[in-house]
């Protein structure tokens, strides 16, 4: 599997934007997915994971009640929806893929496939 984060760009602050992640190469069935940020000279940040079915998802503090991980098993797609963005959300967005993600729960969990990011940009 081989994946793809898109839609990132610049909204203002208080705006919204919605991140996908696709996959080529095979569906996304079974695979847990993550979302991780990572600004300019600081260290890659967790911001969300989910299951595969959508039955298990968490946050990351800074961003839970603000985004959403949704899925279209349709289209083949996992999305983070980012609602009343802050400046501090601004970062190479990337989404990562694993059969079993090791540290499941944590702020830390291990995923082996990455795509190339999506840069998002808040201004105030």
């Known amino acids: 599997v081989q994946l793809q984060a898109s839609g990132g760009g610049l909204v203002q602050a208080g705006g919204s934007l919605t991140l996908s992640c696709e996959p080529s190469g095979r569906p996304f069935t079974n695979y847990s997915l993550g979302w991780f940020r990572q600004a300019p000279g600081k260290e890659r940040e967790f911001v969300g994971a989910?299951?595969?079915?959508?039955?298990?998802?968490y946050y990351a503090e800074s961003v839970k009640d603000r985004f959403t991980i949704f899925r279209d098993n349709v289209k083949n797609k996992r999305y983070l929806q980012m609602n009343n963005v802050k400046p501090e959300d601004t970062a190479v967005y990337y989404c990562?893929?694993?059969?079993?993600?090791?540290?499941?729960?944590?702020?830390?969990?291990?995923?082996?496939?990455w795509g190339q990011g999506t840069q998002v940009t808040v201004s105030s």
């Open positions: 989910t299951t595969w079915s959508g039955s298990l998802t």
């Open positions: 990562a893929a694993d059969l079993k993600a090791t540290d499941w729960g944590t702020m830390n969990p291990v995923f082996g496939i």
